[in-house]
């Protein structure tokens, strides 16, 4: 069986730059190509094709007051009108987050994400990671947040990005590939 050449784009919003690291690891998981969305919302008509054309999206956006940013729902909002024409109709989706507190209700941003790859006739990728949760566990190992949806990283608020958890970045990577490896086996299949 001939392997299809698939598509995979990583649409997101950073505040400070600790989601843009995780953008980075997961595109670099999946081969994807990074669609960041400005601070005003603003994604060229170039990047809304290359969300139109891609087998997987991947969702990014940091969680802020139990959620993902403003600029991304206004970027949910505006993909009503791939929604319309049902251009994202069974694509393979994933979905990442960041926010300064250990909780601070990252899965609310998520479960914003999985409902919203829903709307579009999505397929959720989940990230198949079991957590690191035993007395030797630490900072760095991959999924320390214990996460199964998707990846969840923790960055302390007075944190630059580069003092981010290599096991959060890790996870990240881990995610791509997953979602990538997913897509692939669903152009197969259509």
């Not at 595109?27 to 960041?36: H, V, Y």
């Not at 960041?98 to 990728?125: E, I, M, P, R």
Request: net charge negative.
């Amino acid at each position: 069986m001939t392997e299809t050449a698939i598509k995979t784009a990583v649409v997101y919003h950073s505040g400070y730059g600790h989601t843009l690291r995780m953008a980075e690891a997961v595109a670099q998981g999946a081969g994807a190509e990074l669609l960041p969305i400005d601070a005003e919302d603003n994604l060229s008509d170039e990047q809304w094709e290359v969300l139109n054309t891609a087998d997987a999206i991947i969702f990014g956006s940091p969680t802020y007051m139990g959620g993902p940013s403003w600029q991304f729902k206004k970027f949910a909002d505006a993909s009503s009108r791939a929604w319309f024409e049902a251009k994202w109709q069974d694509k393979v989706f994933g979905g990442f987050t960041n926010s300064a507190s250990l909780n601070g209700d990252k899965l609310n941003t998520l479960n914003y994400f999985v409902l919203l790859a829903g709307q579009h006739g999505g397929l959720w990728v989940s990230l198949g990671l079991k957590p690191a949760n035993v007395k030797a566990s630490v900072r760095d190992d991959i999924n320390r947040m214990g996460s199964y949806i998707a990846p969840m990283a923790q960055s302390d608020a007075d944190s630059t990005p580069e003092e981010m958890s290599q096991g959060d970045l890790e996870t990240a990577r881990h995610y791509g590939t997953r979602v990538a490896e997913v897509a692939q086996r669903n152009a197969i299949r259509c």
